[in-house]
T-cell receptor, first 114, second 111 residues
Framework: SAVISQKPSRDICQRGTSLTIQCQVD?????MFWYRQQPGQSLTLIAT?????????ESGFVIDKFPISRPNLTFSTLTVSNMSPEDSSIYLC???????????FGPGTRLLVL | RKEVEQDPGPFNVPEGATVAFNCTYS??????FFWYRQDCRKEPKLLMS???SGNEDGRFTAQLNRASQYISLLIRDSKLSDSATYLC????????????FGKGTHLIIQP
């Protein structure tokens, strides 16, 4: 499995502000993904972070709200822009480097928007 | 229609008992199937992949029924440490896509 770290681990933010979450992997990976887990819910895929090109967003998620960077094969960022209380959630990055498309998750970033 | 459906539980099971969960998926083109485990306030961790022929890992047995589009997980001789949320997960894209998660089944093992 991969060793994945995320920064910050948690944050409390004011509405209208933006927060950038970082995801670092200990080795090069082809695929990186960003998920959201809202309170009491399961995980929902936000987007696939593509190295060297624009991220691929899932239905209901747009680049203006969740801009993503993937400058190299070990690092990605997700920005939650113009936050509202509805954005309060856990944001997780994951990587895919195993057989049968197995994904491994970072520890998550707990975000509370007031 | 939800893509991956699970009984949310909770399942309250005495220690040492056998417990089984089922999960159904809607996309018949789904390629890969997994069970993940998520402990409270932690990230999901892969428990096991699910293969068409069925597979076993210690006390855990996973089975896939493509015709009926359901996946099962059986836990034998349950331990207190098995208490967690078990997430049924499907990859419909064959490699490059993200995963679709069920909402999870909550399992509580009681002493």
């Amino acid at each position: 499995s991969a060793v994945i770290s995320q920064k910050p681990s948690r944050d409390i933010c004011q509405r209208g502000t933006s927060l950038t979450i970082q995801c670092q992997v200990d080795s090069q990976v082809t695929m990186m993904f960003w998920y959201r887990q809202q309170p009491g819910q399961s995980l929902t895929l936000i987007a696939t972070a593509n190295q060297g090109s624009e991220a691929t967003y899932e239905s209901g998620f747009v680049i203006d709200k969740f801009p993503i960077s993937r400058p190299n094969l070990t690092f990605s960022t997700l920005t939650v822009s113009n936050m509202s209380p509805e954005d309060s959630s856990i944001y997780l990055c994951s990587v895919d480097r195993g057989r049968r498309e197995t994904q491994y998750f970072g520890p998550g970033t707990r975000l509370l928007v007031l | 229609r939800k893509e991956v459906e699970q009984d949310p539980g909770p399942f309250n099971v005495p220690e040492g008992a056998t417990v089984a969960f089922n999960c159904t998926y809607s996309n018949s083109a789904s390629q890969s199937f997994f069970w993940y485990r998520q402990d409270c306030r932690k990230e999901p961790k892969l428990l096991m992949s699910v293969y068409s022929s069925g597979n076993e890992d210690g006390r855990f047995t996973a089975q896939l029924n493509r015709a009926s589009q359901y996946i099962s997980l059986l836990i034998r001789d349950s331990k207190l440490s098995d208490s967690a949320t078990y997430l049924c997960v499907v990859n419909s894209g064959g490699g490059a896509d993200g995963l679709t998660f069920g909402k999870g089944t909550h399992l509580i093992i009681q002493p």
